[in-house]
């Protein structure tokens, strides 16, 4: 109750730097990054110059107060909880990063076993038991020679910019690695019988019973525009 309470407080303290009572802060929850996403709000925005959009991580939305005022869920995982309505936006694959010097040319796909005695550098949130990039090696009976596991991803690009790891990201977040280090090539990763052949999933996720009229209007631009984005691969 007394955590209710200062969210709410928080709340009015927070309104003192919107530029006016007629702006529409929409929360969003996001676990997974996204250049598309991003692009899809400011195209949004553009359009609705009353709506500012706040993003919320993976800390916020464990069991915190916060959780309850977010308007949509961004996640790779379809959410289902009782009142939870999900939506595929779409679809990506893993790739691996790697310095350019692990490789003497670029090959078309890798497979688990090809990386297994690579040194690996690994995002994880302390609060995950068994990371996806992990279970990946441990279902085809590998287990990988990982050096570094970090809780932020600007952690592992910093590692990733020595040129002595590689690690391994969703495709969606594969640009962000290759703009900040020239010596890294992205190689996605072979699907295997063990894995599932089948691409992964993004969706979006709301609450039926809170659905805003503002955050309602903002999933159908954000369901029809990802419709036209055909799905990235990485250079």
């Known amino acids: 109750a007394v955590n209710d309470i200062f969210a709410v407080l928080e709340s009015f303290k927070q309104r003192a730097y919107l530029p006016s009572e007629k702006h529409y802060e929409l929360w969003l929850g996001m676990l997974s990054s996204s250049e598309d996403v991003i692009n899809l709000c400011d195209a949004y925005m553009r359009k609705n110059d009353n709506v500012i959009i706040r993003f919320l991580s993976r800390r916020f939305l464990d069991g915190s107060p916060e959780m309850n005022r977010v308007d949509l869920f961004i996640r790779p995982q379809n959410l289902r909880t009782e009142g939870l309505s999900s939506a595929p936006l779409f679809s990506f694959r893993d790739y691996a990063i790697i310095p350019?010097?692990?490789?003497?040319s670029i090959p078309a796909e890798i497979t688990h076993a090809e990386l297994k005695d690579m040194p690996f550098a690994m995002c994880c949130p302390p609060d995950i038991a068994q990371p996806k990039t992990l279970k990946g090696f441990l279902d085809e009976g590998y287990t990988p020679n990982l050096k570094f596991i970090a809780d932020s991803r600007a952690v592992v690009m910093s590692i990733m910019k020595t040129g002595k790891y590689?690690?391994?990201?969703?495709?969606?977040?594969?640009?962000?690695?290759?703009?900040?280090?020239?010596?890294?090539?992205?190689?996605?990763?072979?699907p295997s019988a063990a894995t599932g052949a089948e691409a992964k999933k993004v969706y979006v996720s709301w609450r039926d019973d809170k659905l805003s009229s503002q955050?309602?209007?903002?999933?159908?631009?954000?369901?029809?525009?990802?419709?036209?984005?055909?799905?990235?691969?990485?250079?």
């Open 100 to 104: 350019r010097t692990f490789v003497p």
């Open 166 to 190: 590689f690690t391994i990201v969703p495709s969606h977040d594969v640009a962000c690695y290759l703009c900040m280090a020239p010596n890294l090539v992205a190689v996605p990763i072979k």
């Open 215 to 235: 955050a309602r209007d903002f999933l159908e631009f954000l369901t029809t525009e990802f419709k036209k984005i055909k799905p990235s691969h990485a250079k």
